[in-house]
Every structure is written in C-alpha cells, then in structure tokens.
C-alpha cells in the first residue's frame, strides 16, 4: 500500500459518482493536496489541502496552470442521460473534454490515471455509447501513463431517482437481477454508487503499473481496504 504522500487532482467531483469519490478522498491521511476542478463547486468538502477551482471543461487553457504537482489524476466527468442530448454533445463531454484533460495530465507529469468507464466499452461495438467509451479508453492507453485505472461499471444504482420513470424502473429491477448474474456475468451486477465512488478513491492506495480495468467484483474488494491510520 502507497503510504507515501499523495496529490490528486480530479475532473467531474460534482457528478453522483464524483462526489462520494471526492468525499472519500478527503478522508485519506495522505492526502496532501486535493484539487477539484469544474463549473461549480462541490458543497461541504473541506480541509486546508482541498482547492476547488471552476473551470470551461471544453477550454483547457483554463486549468493547465493549475495541474503541475500533481502525481494522480481522476476522471469522473460525463452525461447522466446520453439519450437525452445529441451524438456530437456526448462525444464532446464524454470523450473529448476528457481528452483535452488527460492530455494536459501527462504533459504536467501526472503519472496514475483514473477514468469512469463502461462495463463492455469497445471501439469495435455496435452501440454508439460503447465504441465512444471504447475509443476513450483506447486513446488513454496511447498516451502511455505509468498506471491507467479504468472503471468499468454496469448500471450505477443510487438512492434516489434523478432522471425519470426509465430510471426508476431500472433502480426497483436491476438489484432483482442479482441472483441471476453469476460466473462471467457478475460484471453485469448493478453497483451502488457509494461502493463505486469509494473504489476509486481508494484504488490510488496501492502501488501498481501499467493498465488495469476494474469491474464488479473489484469495486468490492476495493471497499474492503483499510485505510492507514
């Protein structure tokens, strides 16, 4: 375990996932320097190491001053309704503001890269949604980052209904298809959002390299770790 100070800055802490991410980071003992970047700032998180700065996500020069320091970087920046904006705006967001941040990243030395995925992601799909994932992920890795962290969820299941009756039927029937997803097909099992949010926070602790892709069964060994006193 990485028990050495740590500086982490983040695109996306307003987000269901990128909150309760955000909150567990601020719990770390080593966290040494925490910057949240976004066009609002995240209520009720505090500490003398903690910076929010708003930012344009689709103009990079409005933060790069602000990434040298840093050793860790995490994405959780992206559409809540895909189906509810057009093509090319969910390319912008989900892919290329993404990008423009991971690339300005690696140019400011960062050297562990996380990003919020999809569970089948793959440039090769026939859903638009996932080959635009899988182009992210596949342009991630090209920018060769000394460890590349991504997650790769199925359906995110939060507490309350933030987008509809679509949302609400999939929140009361996904948890009803537990059972039935095993072996190869646990991948598929809806994750709590605060399980996942506390995965990617404390993924940072260990010490790995090279790529990684995370899926159910990590997000709960990961929220199994301890952290250092």
Request: charged fraction near 20%.
């Amino acid at each position: 375990m990485n028990t050495s100070p740590l500086s982490v800055v983040m695109l996306g802490a307003t987000g269901a996932v990128g909150s309760l991410t955000a909150r567990t980071l601020v719990t770390i003992p080593q966290m040494e320097r925490l910057t949240l970047l976004g066009r609002r700032p995240l209520p009720d998180i505090t500490g003398n190491f903690v910076h929010q700065h708003n930012i344009d996500i689709f103009n990079p020069t409005s933060y790069l001053e602000l990434l040298p320091g840093h050793h860790i970087a995490i994405c959780t920046l992206g559409v809540g309704q895909p189906s509810k904006i057009s093509k090319d705006d969910f390319v912008k967001i989900d892919k290329l503001a993404v990008l423009d941040f991971a690339s300005a990243c690696k140019k400011a030395g960062v050297r562990h890269f996380e990003i919020l995925a999809s569970i089948d992601a793959n440039l090769n799909s026939l859903s638009f949604y996932l080959r635009t994932k899988g182009e992210l992920v596949n342009e991630l890795k090209a920018l060769d980052f000394e460890r590349l962290s991504t997650f790769q969820p199925s359906m995110i299941l939060t507490p309350t209904n933030r987008y509809g009756l679509s949302q609400a039927i999939i929140l009361r029937l996904w948890p009803l298809l537990k059972p039935l997803l095993l072996g190869g097909l646990r991948k598929y099992r809806g994750i709590p959002v605060e399980v996942l949010g506390k995965a990617i926070a404390v993924n940072i602790l260990s010490n790995k390299v090279g790529v990684e892709t995370l899926c159910w069964d990590d997000f709960l060994a990961l929220t199994k770790t301890s952290l250092p006193n």
